[in-house]
């Protein structure tokens, strides 16, 4: 369930809390409300789904493979 919580204390940055559709949490700190907010729309509109989270990660690390053993390196 989608959820976020931006707060700030005197003389501290702002403080976002961001929960996207998959439960993941994400806390960040800004100067700004306005940057606050454009991170909870950015978090929801980049979500991704664990399996298109873990397919893209796969993906990513048979790149670096392939990449070494077209250098000659071998494992």
Partial sequence: ???YDISRKPGEWW???VRDS???ESVN????????NKQVLYTWES???PKD???AF???IRKMV????SKGKLY
């Fill in 1 to 3: 369930m989608r959820g």
């Fill in 66 to 69: 392939d990449r070494d053993e």
């Fill in 47 to 49: 979500e991704k789904s």
């Fill in 53 to 55: 989270r873990l397919r």
């Fill in 15 to 17: 403080k976002c809390k």
């Fill in 29 to 36: 700190w800004f100067e700004t409300q306005e940057e606050c």
């Fill in 58 to 60: 796969n993906e990513a």
């Fill in 22 to 24: 998959y439960g993941r």
